[in-house]
């Protein structure tokens, strides 16, 4: 909401569906270069580096998360989908997606 509220094309309620219904549209809020069909940057856009900067950020010095400090384990993996399906819970809640579906299981991006 801070994005919208410092970007002038997008203080109407329109605009910011509009926004997040293109974001999801394949996808396109996970990739840094979502043009670029030969390195994307899968995990590498601005939603899901906040996110994730976000909660290493609280978590620094409280909790050691020992699959986050060994390249390779599971923790590597996991915490980029977390975030990704955060931001994409984030734009469907924009889209009024839930409005218009009866969701039980809402699928991972």
Same mark, same amino acid.
């Given at each position: 909401m801070a994005y919208f509220a410092s970007?002038?094309?997008?203080?109407?309620?329109?605009?910011?569906?509009?926004?997040?219904?293109?974001?999801?549209?394949d996808c396109h809020f996970v990739y840094e270069d979502p043009d670029n069909e030969e390195q994307p940057g899968a995990f590498l856009s601005e939603y899901i580096l906040h996110i994730l900067t976000s909660h290493l950020s609280t978590i620094s010095g409280r909790v050691r998360v020992d699959e986050l400090v060994e $390249?390779? @384990?599971p923790g590597y993996l996991t915490a980029p989908a977390l975030a990704a399906t955060a931001a994409s819970q984030a734009l469907q809640a924009l889209t009024g $997606?839930? @409005?218009h579906h009866k969701v039980s299981h809402i699928p991972l991006v």
């Open positions: 970007t002038p094309k997008y203080k109407t309620q329109e605009a910011h569906e509009e926004y997040a219904e293109d974001q999801l549209q $390249f390779g @384990k $997606f839930h @409005k």
